[in-house]
């Protein structure tokens, strides 16, 4: 007789109670990728994320609402952290990776 791969018995009650975090799991995650320009913070934006216009820094083309894209800030700014997530670019993903 063949062996069942099931598991015997049942599941516990609290197995599924924490609720998934749909905005945490749609945006993107943020990493850290250091360049010969510095060291930055990257973070991937959905298609349906993409909700406004942005002028990409490396080609000047728009990035038009509704195309997944790349945003970009400095990780070792001198003037902390606030000041660089003002300072943040919204890249076509095919220019960040060109970037030196």
């Not at 015997?8 to 998934?20: K, M, Y």
């Not at 943020?30 to 909700?51: L, Y």
């Amino acid at each position: 007789m063949p062996r069942s791969n099931r598991p015997r018995g049942r599941r516990p009650d609290n197995a599924f109670d924490e609720p998934l975090d749909l905005d945490r799991i749609t945006a993107g995650l943020r990493r850290t990728v250091v360049k010969r320009t510095g060291t930055w913070t990257v973070q991937q934006v959905s298609a349906a994320a993409a909700q406004k216009v942005y002028l990409c820094p490396g080609c000047r083309l728009e990035v038009p609402v509704g195309q997944a894209h790349v945003v970009a800030w400095r990780a070792d700014g001198l003037m902390g952290d606030a000041a660089a997530l003002a300072d943040r670019r919204h890249w076509h993903a095919h220019c960040w990776r060109m970037e030196p």
